[in-house]
């Protein structure tokens, strides 16, 4: 039935409309660039909208099972992968932007072995690795079924990243605390539907 | 207060176009790209237009308390703040700073000193003349910019109030006021408002702490801690609170705000220190800012920030990596 309904979606525009809005963030930084209204100090301001999109695509990647889920339509899944591989490119970004705009390609020994909130965030995109390089139709076929439990490492990236934005934080946590309700709606509505056992990575199911 | 009001149109000589902005226009009557987008920023646009706003004061320059270090441009200086009195984003004080109304302004003087009272702020300064100066500024989050300020010695205003011998540290408030400063409305604040800072009654009076009314030669905009903020170039920024209402001679070490939230990160002293990192990040370096994209500007962290000289004796015998 799924299948009949994605035939008669009109997929291929959608998906390049959707690829296209995803591009927007990068769009919107590159445009600050060039306008030169990023303030005094542009790196760290791009570098944190890479991270926020980062992260705002795995909530977003993250949503498309609940979506299936409550409307009944398969087609969602169609984007699913495009979503996680924004995800990935958007936190690649962000973490060449912190080597070179924050870090300057210093202390990076200390950085990384010493610093909590860098550590959780490179935990976060380490995980995201595997399942971006996972992440083709081949791929999917020669795993079989170890394909599913593999990326169920989104949910620790997606928990790590979190964790890597809560800890940056000096005073006010109002926004972590949004993006944390966010996250546990998401994370808790896949308890709910299938139990503790499927946000556990890695178990054969 | 010696405040000279002047048409909007009167140039003074303090607001001599910063040269950033003024090689801007060149390039822009040049036609480059570059030039064009840097125009397109409001304060940049501002300050070429009608000047850097404010009331202009009149001060005496002080070189022997100035680096000749590449001033940040006003823009720079007014719109990227830490003020989280007013939201925790860097552009949230200019903003939503022009909320608070500091006309008319008073500090309460309080504990150990003879002249202990209300003071309307005029009062406060009357018998001292303005200077300028162009200090460092070093955030804990590393990154610096050189800020030319006009304002009093703390010293001589401490002085004048009368601290007893039993004043062993002074203490500082901001203004708490969440109907004029939105970021004390925020439900997930971590800062028990209002903002405290103190000093030890030797730093306080050394003669490089600094309460600065204006910057620029302009009267401060609020972002910056209008009307009357501390600056002790020494120490991280946050050490230099903003917007005073308070000022208490004090016995005993007050409790400051930083201190508070986390006292693993942030000491009562602060001072500038790149052996001593932030256990979040290094403080080996810092970024002058404004930054380049492509440059990311990064120069080493000196010592007190480069004024060893005047206040490394202050903390002679101290294991600054216990006292941070």
Redesign the interface.
């Known amino acids: 039935m799924a299948s009949k309904a994605s035939r008669q979606f009109p997929y291929t525009p959608v998906k390049a409309l959707v690829f296209l809005t995803c591009l927007i963030p990068l769009a919107l930084i590159g445009w600050g660039?060039?306008?030169?209204?990023?303030?005094?100090?542009?790196?760290?301001t791009?570098t944190e909208a890479l991270g926020i999109a980062a992260f705002q695509f795995l909530l977003i990647t993250l949503l498309i099972s609940p979506l299936r889920k409550i409307t009944g339509w398969a087609g969602w899944l169609r984007f699913r992968r495009m979503l996680g591989l924004y995800a990935f490119f958007y936190a690649a970004l962000h973490v060449l932007a912190f080597l070179?705009?924050?870090l300057?390609w210093?202390?990076l020994w200390?950085?990384f072995t010493?610093?909590?909130?860098i550590i959780a965030g490179g935990l976060a995109f380490l995980l995201m690795a595997p399942l971006a390089a996972t992440s083709t139709r081949g791929m999917m076929k020669r795993m079989g079924r170890g394909w599913k439990p593999l990326h169920r490492l989104i949910y620790s990236s997606a928990l790590l990243a979190w964790v890597h934005f809560l800890?940056?934080a000096?005073?006010?946590?109002?926004e972590?605390?949004i993006y944390g309700l966010v996250l546990a709606v998401l994370l808790g509505a896949r308890v709910y539907w299938s139990g503790f056992s499927t946000l556990i990575p890695l178990r054969r199911a | 207060m010696l405040i000279k009001r002047r048409p909007s149109w009167a140039l003074s000589e303090s607001e001599v176009t910063p040269e950033s902005v003024y090689l801007n226009r060149r390039k822009f009557m040049a036609g480059t790209m570059?030039s064009a987008?840097?125009l397109?920023?409001p304060g940049l646009l501002r300050a070429e237009e009608g000047g850097i706003p404010g009331d202009s004061l009149q001060y005496k320059a002080m070189p022997a308390f100035s680096t000749d270090e590449k001033k940040?441009p006003y823009?720079?200086i007014t719109?990227?703040n830490n003020f989280?009195e007013f939201?925790?984003d860097?552009?949230d004080p200019a903003r939503y700073a022009d909320a608070m109304s500091v006309d008319p302004w008073s500090v309460s003087v309080e504990g150990e000193c003879a002249k202990t009272g209300a003071y309307a702020l005029e009062d406060l300064l009357k018998p001292h003349q303005y200077q300028e100066r162009i200090y460092r500024l070093r955030c804990v989050e590393a990154?610096s910019?050189v800020i030319p300020w006009v304002g009093v010695p703390l010293a001589e205003v401490l002085a004048s109030l009368e601290p007893t011998s039993k004043a062993k540290y002074v203490y500082f408030e901001t203004l708490h006021d969440p109907d004029q400063m939105r970021?004390q409305r925020?439900?997930?604040?971590?800062?028990d408002w209002p903002y405290r800072e103190g000093l030890r009654m030797d730093e306080a009076m050394n003669e490089l702490s600094f309460l600065a009314i204006g910057l620029y030669g302009k009267t401060l905009p609020n972002q910056n801690g209008a009307p009357i903020r501390l600056v002790v170039p020494w120490k991280y920024g946050f050490k230099s609170i903003k917007s005073i209402v308070r000022i208490r001679f004090m016995e005993e070490r007050p409790k400051t705000s930083w201190e508070m939230?986390a006292p693993e990160e942030y000491g009562f002293y602060a001072n500038v220190n790149p052996e001593v990192?932030h256990?979040?990040?290094?403080q080996?370096?810092e970024?002058r800012?404004?930054?380049?994209?492509l440059s990311?500007n990064?120069i080493e962290t000196v010592k007190f920030n480069g004024y060893g000289e005047q206040v490394a004796h202050l903390y002679k015998g101290m294991d600054l990596s216990r006292y941070y």
């Open positions: 660039i060039q306008s030169g209204n990023l303030g005094p100090d542009p790196g760290q791009i070179q705009f924050i300057g210093f202390d200390a950085t010493k610093r909590p909130y800890w940056q000096r005073s006010d946590v109002t972590m605390m | 570059a987008a840097a397109t920023m940040a823009p720079a719109s990227y989280y939201g925790t860097k552009g990154w910019m970021g925020s439900m997930f604040s971590v800062i939230i990192d256990p979040r990040w290094s080996k370096r970024r800012l404004p930054s380049g994209l990311p990064w």
